[in-house]
């Protein structure tokens, strides 16, 4: 059997518990959606293959641009964990609406996991996630996939959310600062194209998705959101986010 990982992790946390659920499975072939000019568009799987899944929730739901890439691949049969990640808030459709394209692509759903990583914005919530502990469940997870996957017809998840799903939710842009320093490195990783190469200091507002990349790998820390704002926002889902989330497999 082949193994692949498919994530679309902008800042880092996504790719962490890919990598944790994976860590006992065989040369893990891994395929970028958050590449700026993803290649994915010519790849095809067959039935041979296990695939792993696994993408952020924004505000409950995946991004819209991870899901036109992954629909861009050819499944062909193959097995697949879809993965959602969260920042200790909700994952509410995200599973749902990765299960759908994941079929819709062609790929055989076989099982499911939420997980819980740092949240992108707001970092006093799931600091740290995932962390040690989190590392060994996932793991768990990822050897108990493996043996569903051996079985000769894996049955279906009963996976959690709602069709129709939640309505996307205006994210926050970030800013250049006067600290930027036009290096570019943004505009370069930007998963939207939405930092021009020629004036990186500027942000078009119509394809930023919010995935905030650019303000985690900014050398001169110099882009950030509205401060005011992400303390409102922090203080709104303080209630939902104080009890600790664990991560969940749906097999």
């Given at each position: 059997m082949k193994y692949y990982q498919i994530v679309f992790s902008p800042t880092g946390g996504t790719q962490r518990v890919s990598e944790a659920i994976t860590?006992?499975?065989?040369?893990?072939?891994?395929?970028?959606l958050s590449n700026p000019v993803p290649a994915a568009t010519d790849i095809s799987f067959d039935s041979?293959?296990?695939?792993?899944?696994?993408?952020?929730?924004?505000?409950?739901?995946?991004?819209?641009?991870?899901?036109?890439?992954?629909?861009r691949l050819k499944g062909n049969g193959a097995k697949c964990v879809i993965v959602a990640v969260y920042g200790n808030r909700a994952y509410e459709d995200t599973l749902v609406q990765m299960e759908d394209e994941a079929q819709n692509a062609g790929f055989q759903v076989i099982a499911a996991i939420s997980a819980v990583a740092e949240h992108s914005i707001i970092h006093e919530y799931a600091?740290?996630?995932?962390?040690?502990?989190?590392?060994?469940?996932?793991?768990?997870?990822?050897?108990?996939?493996?043996e569903k996957a051996a079985a000769r017809q894996p049955s279906k998840p009963s996976v959690p959310g709602n069709r129709p799903y939640r309505k996307a939710e205006s994210g926050?842009?970030?800013?250049?600062?006067s600290g930027c320093t036009s290096c570019g490195l943004c505009a370069q990783k930007c998963p939207a194209g939405a930092i021009p190469t020629s004036t990186p200091e500027t942000t078009d507002k119509s394809k930023c998705i919010s995935c905030m990349r650019c303000v985690s790998i900014c050398p001169a820390h110099a882009r950030k959101v509205n401060s005011l704002i992400v303390s409102m926002a922090a203080a709104a889902i303080k209630k939902a986010c104080s009890v600790k989330k664990e991560n969940e497999l749906f097999l």
């Open positions: 860590q006992s499975w065989e040369e893990v072939n891994t395929v970028d041979n293959s296990l695939v792993l899944i696994a993408m952020p929730s924004f505000g409950g739901v995946a991004p819209q641009l991870a899901l036109d890439r992954l629909a600091t740290g996630r995932p962390d040690a502990d989190d590392c060994k469940k996932l793991a768990e997870f990822g050897k108990q996939i493996l926050l842009v970030p800013k250049a600062g």
